[in-house]
């Protein structure tokens, strides 16, 4: 396993999770129908337990239409992503995560972790994993109490790659969520799909895409311009103009959560509610079949559930499912509906939304 390589890394990427068993069939014809109700919300943040609570979570929270729903789910975007992952604009809603789960009832809320667009941006080397998982802890507790209006009976993490990792941190230490659908991601990256990564790494200043989002005389925030295409899709299987807008949109990275990336490892033995581990079959920093050097066999969903069932207790009822011709942007490929579709059935065994004559508390 080369899990020990991701501490000297700036960047990580992706982790996905899903059901054994349970293979992609057909791509839907396009995204369900149905308008939602969304408003931007910032949730009062803290570094960690004790710290003074002076940082805010952004988030972008949209409500199904008609009844609503008791599940929440948080969206948690990976490193040099922002919220608009989940809901990425433009092509119909094709590649939108969130109007596909709205459609089918449930809530959600992107976030923009700290450091990262329109959250807070405290000195880059104070944001470790351990911070950013605290940070989606702070928001689980507003979720659950009311603070963002309604209160949410269950929620449950969602996660694209860094963000996988950040929401099995959350999960194994804080135990304050009722499941984590993880994307992107596993237990062993590949160093020749980081080196990919890295080599385009350079100051976020420098880089006027994000350099009016970082504070200017920190150099701990880095970009990685020009690194989509080759590291986070199977091109075969991608829309040029996709990948084209992806990379016009990119974010800042903080470069604590680089150096710190490993303090998941033992978090996921400790998560105690079910667990979907959803991973594109050529998923460059995750899967062997990316090429990118990693331990993860993405053959099929036997054996990235073989790959990654050491790293979790029974009573994470781990499901992993393996999306042919996608890579680590699993929201962004063409087939991406597969992934919806197989995020949408595992929240339907799991966690079906409320009663349609019980109001959300």
Not at 111 to 138: C, M
Not at 223 to 231: E, F, Q, T, Y
């Amino acid at each position: 396993m080369q899990i020990h390589r991701l501490g000297a890394a700036l960047v990580a990427a992706g982790a996905f999770t899903a059901g054994t068993g349970a293979v992609a069939r057909a791509e839907p014809a396009g995204p369900p129908q149905g308008p939602a109700r969304c408003s931007n919300v910032t949730v009062p943040a803290s570094l960690g337990p004790g710290l003074p609570r002076d940082q805010k979570v952004f988030g972008r929270l949209c409500l199904p239409s008609g009844k609503p729903s008791s599940v929440l789910q948080v969206l948690v975007h990976g490193a040099s992503y922002d919220h608009r992952y989940w809901d990425f604009p433009g092509f119909g809603g094709r590649y939108s995560y969130v109007r596909h789960m709205t459609a089918a009832g449930y809530g959600t809320l992107a976030i923009d972790q700290i450091g990262v667009g329109r959250s807070s941006h405290p000195p880059a080397v104070l944001i470790t994993q351990a911070a950013a998982a605290y940070g989606v802890h702070e928001v689980v507790g507003a979720a659950r109490r009311g603070a963002l209006g309604p209160a949410f009976d269950r929620v449950v993490l969602a996660g694209h790659s860094f963000g996988s990792l950040t929401s099995w941190l959350e999960a194994g230490t804080y135990r304050d969520v009722d499941g984590v659908l993880a994307s992107g991601a596993s237990h062993a990256i590949g160093p020749g799909g980081l080196a990919t990564v890295f080599s385009h790494a350079r100051p976020a200043q420098l880089d006027p895409v994000v350099a009016r989002s970082v504070p200017p005389a920190d150099p701990g925030y880095v970009s990685i311009p020009g690194a989509r295409r080759a590291a986070f899709y199977y091109l075969p299987g991608a829309d040029p103009a996709v990948v084209a807008q992806d990379e016009a949109t990119r974010s800042e990275i903080p470069i604590g959560v680089g150096a710190t990336i490993p303090a998941y490892v033992p978090a996921t033995l400790r998560i105690d509610v079910p667990v979907l581990l959803v991973d594109g079959r050529f998923d460059k920093p995750f899967c062997a079949q990316g090429g990118g050097g990693s331990l993860t066999d993405c053959a099929g969903d036997a054996t990235l559930h073989a790959s990654e069932a050491p790293f979790f207790s029974p009573a994470a009822r781990l499901q992993t499912t393996v999306v042919p011709d996608s890579g680590h942007d699993l929201n962004l490929q063409r087939n991406a509906g597969l992934f919806f579709d197989r995020a949408q059935r595992w929240f339907a065994d799991f966690f079906p939304r409320a009663d349609p004559d019980k109001p959300v508390k």
